[in-house]
Every structure is written in structure tokens, then in C-alpha cells.
């Protein structure tokens, strides 16, 4: 069995203070939880949430990394920067980084790689736009994110991966996948990770599904099989929206 993973995703929002006001209470509400947890505040917050979640059952996560360890990356931040915060797990691949700040495939695969030799979980994020939906690629975007994404990463490696499957026509814009179409791609997904890997690394992959997840649509999204967790932006910012997808079981 799969065992859950949440995880929230707080992109652009929140000043220090009240990151660390909903990191402590989320460290209290979810003490004991029965899934696998992780925050990803911005850069400027990870010192002080980092102080909270330590040894605690929230893993903490940053939403980007750089390609590099470091050097002339004027806006960058770096693995080594993001381990002497405390940093866990990192967010890849966002829809958000691919369409709006350009990264590419082959950038986000040297990420992943360097992520992964300075012992960082991977969270790697793949999705396809409305009209490749439309168009009736969803599966081939996602067959490509996948098989670029990893290029190089070892089935060792793989262990510290989880794909979050998050179709950019669903992030933050209250559209959801129905469960059925969101379980169906992340069955191909694990279908592709068998042709790349093996039948037990894509029995053994977590994969979330991100996009408009709540309170209310998360426990049908949960129940299917091949969906083993949630990347949960606008509903992580409270404490109040996110304990219900988090105590999902
Ligand atoms: P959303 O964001 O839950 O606000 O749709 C999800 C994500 O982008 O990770």
C-alpha cells in the first residue's frame, strides 16, 4: 500500500510572520497524522518554518532550486543554500516555472539530477494545458514531462521521486480533474515509469494529483488507486483547508 502524500504548496504567498503563524499551526493540527506531510513556503520564509517543522512529521520543501551549486545565477538559489536551511523535499517542474518563467525540459531534468546527488526528495510536477487536453495529447505531454524530466536518474534514485500529475487547466482555477480522467493519467504515468524502470518502481511511485484539490473533492480524488496524494496550492494557505485533505486516509 501506497501510503499518502500531502503536500502543500504556498507559492507567492505570505509574509515570514504569518508562514511561521500557519507552519505552527499546522505542526500541531497534524501531529499524529496518518499520511506523509510537506510545506513549501517561499525562499525568504524556509529559515523560520524550518525552525518549526524540525522534527516534526511536516518534511519541509522549496518551491524551485537552481541548475547550479553556485556562481554567477543572479535571482537563483542553490541546493547547498537550500540543505543549510533544512530543506527536505523540492518542488521541479511547476507549470507555473515551465509556462510562465520558461524552464524547459532540459532544464528541469539537471535540476532534478542535482537535487537528487545532494540527497534532496524530488517532487517532480508534469501536466498538460487545456488545448494539448483538448487536442487529445494529455498523455503524450505527460509521457515526455515524465521520460525528459528523469532522463539519467537511477531507479536508486527514483526512490526519492514523487510525480505530482497537476493539469495546468486545474491550478488555481477551481476546474478539477474528475476523478476518473485524473486516475486514468496517473495509470499511464505508472505505465510509463514500468517501461522506463520496472513493474515495482511503478508500483512503489507516489503520485499526487495538483489542481483545485479541497476539503471537498480530495476524498473521491484520494480514493482512486493510482492517486496517492495531493499538491495542494490555494487550499494550503489555512490551516482550516488544509487539515481535511491532510487527515484524508
Ligand atoms: P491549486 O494549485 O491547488 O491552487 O490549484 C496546485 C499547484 O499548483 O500546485
Known amino acids: 500500500m501506497r501510503k499518502y502524500f500531502i503536500a502543500g504548496n504556498w507559492k507567492m504567498h505570505k509574509t515570514v510572520s504569518e508562514a ?17 506531510y510537506m510545506i513549501a513556503p517561499t525562499f525568504t520564509s524556509l529559515d523560520a518554518v524550518s525552525k518549526i517543522v524540525k522534527g516534526t512529521n511536516i518534511l519541509l520543501g522549496a518551491q524551485n532550486m537552481s541548475t547550479d ?7 537563483e538559489v542553490s541546493p547547498l543554500q537550500l540543505k543549510d536551511l ?35 526528495e524530488v517532487i517532480l510536477c508534469v501536466g498538460e494545458l487545456l488545448e494539448e487536453r483538448e487536442a487529445g495529447k494529455a498523455e503524450a505531454v505527460c509521457e515526455e514531462q515524465t521520460r525528459k524530466g528523469l532522463a539519467g536518474v537511477s531507479a536508486d534514485e527514483l526512490k526519492k521521486v514523487t510525480i505530482a500529475y497537476e493539469p495546468v487547466w486545474a491550478i488555481g482555477t477551481g476546474k478539477t480533474a474528475t476523478p476518473e ?15 522506463m524502470y520496472s513493474a515495482s518502481a511503478a508500483e512503489q511511485m507516489i503520485i499526487q494529483y495538483g489542481g483545485s484539490m479541497n476539503a471537498g473533492n480530495a476524498e473521491a480524488l484520494l480514493a482512486k488507486e493510482n492517486i496517492d496524494g495531493g499538491l495542494i496550492g490555494g487550499a494550503a494557505l489555512k ?5 481535511p485533505i491532510a487527515l484524508c486516509k
Open 20 to 36: 511561521t503563524a500557519l507552519a505552527t499551526e499546522l505542526v500541531a493540527e497534524l501531529k499524529g497524522g496518518p499520511n506523509k
Open 181 to 195: 480522467d485524473a486516475d486514468a493519467i496517473h495509470a499511464f504515468i505508472r505505465k510509463v515509469i514500468t517501461s
Open 69 to 75: 551549486e553556485q556562481g554567477a545565477h543572479t535571482g
Open 239 to 243: 490551516a482550516e483547508t488544509f487539515k
Open 86 to 120: 533544512g530543506v527536505q523535499v523540492v518542488i521541479l517542474g511547476h507549470s507555473e516555472r515551465r509556462h510562465t518563467y520558461k524552464e524547459d525540459d532540459t532544464m528541469i531534468n539537471k535540476k532534478v539530477k542535482l537535487a537528487l546527488s545532494h540527497g534532496f
